[in-house]
């Protein structure tokens, strides 16, 4: 990459991937960069520099959202179009060190830290906001999510007290939330 970072988000293929945001110890980065396969390139920067922030979609139709700006707990989200960020509805619930899948008009935001508490609220994206929907099973931050708005994933994470293996199902057509296995 250009810019060494950490915390930040991300979202694409193999191919075609988009890198966003993220630490700079000190301070908070807003630049995006851009994977063809072979090599990075500069893309458009977000409006609002943050760290542990989710990411969704594709290097063409991208999805930023929560993260922490110094520190402030961010609800921001924001839609890439190929070559620039602009604002979308913001999150019901502003954290940090969540988690998404989907894409940038069905996407999932899920777990986070609030500073604190824990949180396990998930919210759903439909291209202009997000409605609260459910509640993970753990609570957790700093969690993985893959998968789509209908059929996605968040596993383990980080769970007072400690690390948790947990994986969370969810599914259509209610959106619910469904632990599938613990540890």
Do not use: H
Not at 121 to 139: Q, R
């Amino acid at each position: 990459m250009t810019t060494a970072r950490f915390g930040l988000g991300g979202a694409g293929t193999q191919t075609s991937a988009l890198a966003f945001g993220g630490g700079l110890n000190p301070g908070d980065s807003n630049a995006t960069e851009e994977y063809d396969g072979t090599s990075w390139g500069p893309g458009g920067n977000l409006a609002t520099a943050r760290r542990a922030l989710a990411g969704a979609g594709t290097q063409t139709a991208g999805l930023a959202f929560g993260g922490v700006a110094s520190t402030t707990q961010q609800s921001a989200t924001e839609e890439y179009n190929g070559s620039a960020w602009t604002a979308g509805g913001s999150l019901n619930t502003a954290r940090r060190q969540l988690a998404g899948c989907g894409t940038q008009t069905a996407a999932l935001a899920f777990g986070g830290n609030i500073a604190p508490p824990v949180t396990g609220a998930t919210e759903k994206y439909d291209g202009t906001s997000w409605t609260t929907t459910g509640t993970m099973g753990t609570a957790r931050y700093v969690l993985g999510g893959c998968g789509t708005q209908t059929a996605g994933l968040g596993f383990s994470g980080y769970a007072a007290p400690g690390v948790s293996a947990a994986t969370e199902e969810f599914t259509d057509p209610t959106l619910t939330v469904q632990k599938i296995t613990t540890s």
